[in-house]
């Protein structure tokens, strides 16, 4: 069972920066999409952001355009997340996933990803 593993996480001030990072022991990441969701009380996952297989195309939700972003380390095998300017409102549990290109719903829904991450706390105090 693969298993991705996350770190990076924590407490920050608002308008402060984390880096969320991702490793994917067990899985070559040139072959994957690879998005970030995450999960904040009592509301639904949602998508953060995501990488394609090859590193050229990039997707964020539009809360997070201009603050985040998303890159990955082939030779490393781990994706990360570059959080800036970040806010109260970005306070979560943050999920790195794994899905085949052509695996249906894509790169925004989490229905099409087949690895998931533990999941890592992020809260930013006002």
């Known amino acids: 069972q693969v298993q991705l593993v996350e770190s990076g996480g924590g407490l920050v001030q608002a308008g402060g920066s984390l880096r969320l990072s991702c490793a994917a022991p067990?899985?070559?990441?040139?072959?994957?999409?690879m998005g970030w969701f995450r999960q904040a009380p009592g509301k639904e996952r949602e998508f953060v952001a995501a990488?394609?297989?090859?590193?050229?195309?990039?997707y964020y939700v539009d809360s997070v355009k201009g603050r985040f972003s998303i890159s990955k380390d082939n030779g490393k095998n781990t994706v990360y997340l570059q959080m800036n300017s970040l806010k109260p409102d970005d306070t979560a549990v943050y999920y790195c996933?794994?899905?085949?290109?052509?695996?249906?719903?894509?790169?925004?829904?989490?229905?099409?990803?087949?690895?998931w991450g533990q999941g890592n706390q992020v809260t930013v105090s006002s």
């Open positions: 067990g899985l070559t990441l040139s072959s994957y999409d």
């Open positions: 990488i394609g297989w090859s590193g050229g195309s990039t």
């Open positions: 996933a794994a899905r085949l290109p052509y695996a249906s719903g894509g790169v925004y829904s989490p229905s099409g990803y087949r690895y």
